[in-house]
């Protein structure tokens, strides 16, 4: 069995090479990559194409009201409210929608489209 003798050697001659974080110990630093650099100036010819791209995108938003599921709108027409705001189903109507399920309407040919 080889046994060699290790030098001591004090703190400062070690040298960590994978972080030179000064994070306290039990933390996680964040920031430990390459630091991040800002944008460098534009020239006035990108300044303005951008300038222009944002301008035309910012022309065709458009703020009205979308459907986005036509399912889910069907069922909130569905559903009873009192004061525009849902309500509890009572248990008759629970059984009257049990009765015209999809499935017994899909098997004699009708079929839900919902509209708009």
Known sequence: MDVGIVPESTTSDISISH???TAPKGTIDLFSG???QMPT???PLDREARVLRYREKK???KFEKTIRYASRK???ETRPRIKGRF?????VEIEVDQMFSTTIMTENGYGIVPSF
């Open 19 to 21: 972080s030179t974080s």
């Open 34 to 36: 390459p630091p991040v």
């Open 41 to 43: 100036q534009l020239s």
């Open 59 to 61: 022309k065709m938003r």
């Open 74 to 76: 069907a069922y909130a």
């Open 87 to 91: 309500a509890k189903r009572t248990s």
